[in-house]
């Protein structure tokens, strides 16, 4: 948590949005890190559920009596059910005194609640708050400010989130992330022509839930890594890669804060209508050098 976010309490909104846009549905665009707390490998591992998987049952729930259950699974047992836990969340979403947004909440829509309810959700499994028979009521509760948010694994959150144990990961070579993102768990979306340099772009999505950090030590001036604007010590959802017709390939990424990118080329099956929305294209070498552990989960 950062420093000017220790101490603080949340200023509760009331429920009146809904969980999803019922217009646009669910997107990888959606989850937005908020500004205090450093659980970027949560909102990283939202996107890419998202992504690969817009109608698993923890993305799309239906309140009951105004309340959404969400039930979440140990990382180390997570097909074990006796260890799951089930919070019934309301959609009181925590905002600043200013009406920011200090934590999660959706880039693309202001109505959506999604990301900010499961953020909450993952905040209690994280505080271990008491679990009845029936299951943890969470209101105005917990306090977001409070919960130990480090340490965390985007990897452990996906097995999580989605109950999974077939999980692995590796540190980054040329040969691996190409196999990776194009073959193993990867396809070739299509291929297009960059307007801006004429050259052609073979632009591969992936299909599995996969996410990559960088290191954590040595930043560059800024808090970068290896002089890129890639943040150090920070987890990013893998979306695919691009490869040039001159041979050059890129690990296409979003950053969980959602801003906006000029690094090229985008990919071609993203809908770039409402911003870049924190995408960015990275030389694989640069990949290399910058990022410490790539890992997915099926």
């Given at each position: 948590?950062?420093?000017?976010?220790?101490?603080?309490?949340?200023?509760?909104?009331?429920?009146?949005?809904?969980?999803?846009?019922?217009?646009?549905?669910?997107?990888?665009?959606?989850?937005?890190?908020?500004?205090?707390?450093?659980?970027?490998?949560?909102?990283?591992?939202?996107?890419?559920?998202?992504?690969?998987?817009?109608?698993?049952?923890?993305?799309?729930?239906?309140?009951?009596?105004?309340?959404?259950?969400?039930?979440?699974?140990?990382?180390?047992?997570?097909?074990?059910?006796?260890?799951?836990?089930?919070?019934?969340?309301?959609?009181?979403?925590?905002?600043?005194?200013?009406?920011?947004?200090?934590?999660?909440?959706?880039?693309?829509?202001?109505?959506?609640?999604?990301?900010?309810?499961?953020?909450?959700?993952?905040?209690?499994?994280?505080?271990?708050?008491?679990?009845?028979?029936?299951?943890?009521?969470?209101?105005?509760?917990?306090?977001?400010?409070?919960?130990?948010?480090?340490?965390?694994?985007?990897?452990?959150?996906?097995?999580?989130?989605?109950?999974?144990?077939?999980?692995?990961?590796?540190?980054?070579?040329?040969?691996?992330?190409?196999?990776?993102?194009?073959?193993?768990?990867?396809?070739?979306?299509?291929?297009?022509?960059?307007?801006?340099?004429?050259?052609?772009?073979?632009?591969?999505?992936?299909?599995?839930?996969?996410?990559?950090?960088?290191?954590?030590?040595?930043?560059?001036?800024?808090?970068?890594?290896?002089?890129?604007?890639?943040?150090?010590?920070?987890?990013?959802?893998?979306?695919?890669?691009?490869?040039?017709?001159?041979?050059?390939?890129?690990?296409?990424?979003?950053?969980?804060?959602?801003?906006?990118?000029?690094?090229?080329?985008?990919?071609?099956?993203?809908?770039?209508?409402t911003g870049v929305n924190g995408i960015i294209c990275v030389v694989v070498s640069d990949f290399i050098n910058a990022f410490?552990?790539?890992?997915?989960?099926?």
């Open positions: 948590m950062k420093a000017e976010c220790t101490g603080k309490t949340c200023n509760w909104q009331k429920p009146t949005t809904a969980w999803k846009d019922g217009i646009d549905g669910i997107h990888f665009t959606d989850p937005v890190q908020g500004y205090c707390p450093d659980n970027c490998y949560l909102i990283a591992a939202l996107s890419s559920i998202a992504l690969v998987q817009p109608n698993s049952t923890i993305l799309n729930k239906t309140p009951i009596l105004g309340k959404y259950s969400i039930t979440l699974c140990d990382p180390d047992n997570p097909s074990d059910i006796n260890l799951q836990k089930t919070y019934k969340v309301t959609p009181y979403q925590c905002l600043d005194a200013a009406g920011g947004y200090p934590f999660a909440h959706s880039k693309t829509s202001s109505a959506e609640m999604w990301p900010a309810i499961l953020e909450k959700a993952y905040g209690a499994f994280k505080s271990t708050i008491p679990i009845y028979s029936n299951g943890t009521t969470l209101d105005k509760s917990p306090n977001l400010y409070d919960v130990p948010w480090q340490p965390g694994n985007g990897i452990n959150a996906l097995k999580t989130l989605t109950g999974s144990s077939n999980a692995d990961s590796k540190t980054p070579s040329e040969i691996d992330i190409v196999q990776d993102l194009t073959v193993t768990f990867g396809y070739l979306w299509g291929t297009y022509v960059n307007p801006r340099t004429n050259k052609v772009i073979s632009s591969y999505r992936v299909g599995t839930k996969m996410l990559a950090w960088t290191y954590s030590g040595s930043p560059s001036p800024g808090g970068y890594v290896y002089n890129l604007r890639i943040a150090a010590n920070h987890t990013f959802t893998i979306l695919g890669m691009n490869i040039e017709d001159s041979g050059q390939s890129y690990v296409v990424l979003r950053d969980p804060h959602g801003g906006n990118s000029e690094l090229e080329p985008l990919p071609m099956w993203c809908d770039y209508s410490e552990t790539y890992g997915w989960v099926l």
